[in-house]
């Protein structure tokens, strides 16, 4: 079983309030992602780091925001959650670019 | 950009039937890899094909890279309920690309 978590498991949150979902790994690898995934949908890039102090925007744009100050950790965060915002929320890492990704156990969204 | 494709979106199966779902690359790519994600959880890694024409088993699963490594397929033997969820196939050029999946259902 990989060692990538998440939390919170599930947030139930009110329009406008700042979020932040924790994402760590112990497995020291330098890639970690965060996709976005609507229920029994497709996966959405939105951000990837490829070590400390670097991240990018993925594919999907989207209005959150990361950050990596240590290799372990990959937190998201949204400024002002809005109800279009809700939706699972998965944190992923590999050793390399192009290896196998090892994925945490999300975070379910809804704002309301 | 490179663009990876998976058909069919849905698929259902009676319980010992056979099933394919196939995944093709817009690209030419190093490698292919799957995933299964069953309902309510998060996606599984379940192989990677590096080479041109690469055929791997799993137990009742048979993986394919093909010759041109654009398209791979998976194919499922005598289906168990066991492998009801989504497929995903994630092709690598540049970077990791995921497809938008097969979700199997199965009838018993």
């Known amino acids: 079983e990989a060692d990538i978590y998440q939390t919170p498991r599930y947030l139930v949150i009110g329009t406008g309030k700042k979020i932040t979902l924790e994402c760590s790994q112990t497995?020291?690898?330098?890639?970690m992602y965060w996709y976005q995934q609507d229920p029994g949908m497709e996966l959405h890039l939105i951000h990837y780091s490829y070590g400390v102090n670097s991240t990018e925007k993925g594919d999907l744009s989207s209005e959150s925001t990361v950050s990596r100050i240590r290799t372990e950790h990959f937190p998201l965060t949204l400024e002002s959650a809005r109800p279009s915002h809700t939706s699972q929320y998965l944190c992923a890492s590999s050793e390399g670019r192009g290896r196998e990704q090892f994925f945490g156990p999300g975070t379910r969204l809804t704002v309301l | 950009g490179q663009q990876v494709m998976q058909i069919p979106q849905y698929q259902h199966v009676q319980e010992g039937e056979d099933f394919t779902t196939y995944c093709n690359s817009s690209?030419?790519?190093?490698?292919i890899q799957w995933y299964k994600q069953r309902p309510g959880g998060h996606p599984v890694f379940l192989i990677q094909?590096?080479?041109?024409?690469e055929v791997k088993k799993q137990k009742r699963l048979t993986f394919q890279f093909g010759e041109a490594k654009k398209n791979s397929s998976l194919h499922i033997t005598a289906t168990q309920t066991t492998d009801v969820g989504t497929y995903f196939c994630a092709g690598n050029d540049y970077k990791l690309s995921f497809g938008a999946g097969t979700t199997v259902t199965v009838r018993a």
């Open positions: 690209t030419t790519l190093s490698n």
């Open positions: 497995m020291g690898h330098d890639k």
């Open positions: 094909l590096v080479k041109s024409g």
